[in-house]
């Protein structure tokens, strides 16, 4: 008899201890984040994955009350930004150059001004270097005042080669 009723509590317990979190809750952040993302230049086709993905990790999902929520919805939305992030497929970058059998791969990098392209080739082309790789990096922001002399720094930290012409000359003849 006992067992039966600390069974009902138990359950009546569960059932008022726990919250749900509900569509309208998540569609009302989620509206709030898309406008942030895409005010960030984010692509649409991004944002659109993301909020999905978030969306099916929290709605109807239970919380226990004195459960942190934040830490939930952080969960999800790392959760949500991997799964979009991560290829579909492996890319193995040393094996798809080696492939190449000694021509040359053009690794070509675009982004807005500030946004790290500079760093990364610097990191990119040490790391292809300690991998037995010969790297010769083209300076070919010809137009941003000490484009060159940055990505020439860079490559001569790394010891690396550069290749350079002056400012306001063509990029692509750089490049190539």
């Known amino acids: 008899m006992f067992g039966k009723l600390k069974e009902k509590l138990s359950s009546f317990v569960d059932r008022v201890a726990q919250t749900e979190i509900s569509e309208k809750d998540v569609e009302n952040a989620?509206?709030?984040l898309e406008l942030e993302l895409l005010e960030a230049d984010v692509a649409l086709e991004v944002v659109?994955?993301?909020k999905e993905k978030i969306k099916e990790k929290l709605v109807g999902q239970k919380v226990k009350i004195g459960?942190?929520?934040r830490?939930?919805?952080e969960k999800a939305v790392k959760d949500a930004v991997l799964e979009v992030l991560t290829p579909e497929r492996h890319i193995d970058l040393l094996e798809m150059i080696k492939s190449k059998k000694g021509k040359p791969f053009v690794i070509v990098f675009v982004g807005f001004?500030?946004?790290?392209?500079?760093?990364?080739i610097a990191k990119l082309a040490n790391?292809?270097?300690?991998?037995?790789l010969s790297v010769v990096i083209a300076a070919s922001d010809t137009f941003r005042a000490g484009a060159i002399e940055q990505v020439e720094e860079h490559a001569k930290r790394v010891g690396v080669k550069i290749i350079k012409h002056g400012y306001k000359s063509d990029p692509a003849a750089v490049a190539y």
């Open 71 to 73: 830490e939930i919805v």
């Open 48 to 50: 659109d994955e993301l």
């Open 30 to 32: 989620l509206w709030d």
């Open 127 to 132: 790391w292809l270097k300690k991998n037995g």
């Open 67 to 69: 459960t942190n929520k």
């Open 113 to 120: 001004n500030g946004s790290g392209k500079t760093t990364t």
